[in-house]
């Protein structure tokens, strides 16, 4: 009786161990409330975190993919930490069809917090500013529902155009960032900046106040290379933190051919500053900035055969980062 009651207490012992060792399952779980420290993202511990996922495409045209099934798909088979939903605003978005694009997003959120995801809201246009009260009014519901989970970055403005970061970017975003704090102090908010969110070294000489402030940096390997990395890197000296909610490893068109050195180049220059990422996108339209094939199944369960050559470099690197996150 003694040898059987011995075993089983050393049984009991090697579980609690193997438990309290286990390392979290979700990025969530493991990261905790993210925060902004000078430059860095950084964990509920202060270190600095480097999320990596995937974009959705605009709501409107290709909202078959806004379930939970395919976040589902995304977080085990392809490893995201991050998932984005771009929900369109203008061409039949959210300003024709608010309940219907709402849906959409909350259908996302949902899922990423079920699954322990981060989950990136992008107020998808180029012509934001003409839709401040919208955008006011979108994001104050958004925080007051979502606000006290720590899974959402909040993606005020996705590409402005050629315009003045200062007199018409930096207002409207205080105005948006002003309707998310009434019920959100903690979470990340991104801000758009000039030429399609590239111009982030202006942001840097006239910054936002506040805390847990990012802003968006995105580029498309075919079409950006050296220049662009040096005016991130310009913001960078200045203390921005940088987050780059879409990239592709095509031509800035979606099309074309894909990058793959050049998008390498962009990776260990991202890995550099622990800079997180999005690739744009989940989508099974004809273009090489597309993930999927035509026909790819709205729920994912992708075979390799469904996904195309910039799905295979992109899956590739998210796998990596995984690796690198979790140890497995």
Known sequence: ???????????????????????????VEKFGQLSVEGI??????????????????????????????CIE???????????RAAMAV??????????????????VVDAAIDLGLYVIVDFHSHRAEQYQDEAVEFFGKLAQKYGHYPNIIYEIYNEPLNVSWSEVLKPYSEAVIAAIREHDTNNIIACGTPRWSQLVNEAANDPIEGDNIAYVLHFYAGTHGKELMEIGEEAISKGLCLIVTEYGTTEANGDGDVYVEETKAWYAWMDKY????????????????AALVSGAHPQGGWPEDMLKPSAKLVRSELLKKHEEMFGQ
């Open 40 to 69: 860095h993202i950084v964990d509920q511990k202060g270190e600095p975190v480097q999320l990596a996922g995937m974009s959705l495409f605009w709501s409107q045209w290709i909202g078959k993919y806004y379930n939970y099934e």
């Open 1 to 27: 009786m003694k040898t059987l009651n011995l075993f089983f207490a050393i049984t009991l012992t090697f579980l609690v161990l193997s438990c309290s060792e286990k390392e979290p399952q979700t990025p």
């Open 274 to 289: 622990k800079i997180s990422h999005c690739n744009w996108s989940i989508a099974d339209k004809d273009e090489a900035s």
């Open 73 to 83: 798909w995304l977080k085990e088979d392809w490893k995201c930490s991050v998932v």
């Open 90 to 107: 203008e061409h039949g978005g959210y300003i024709a069809n608010p309940k219907e694009e709402m849906a959409k997003v909350e259908a």
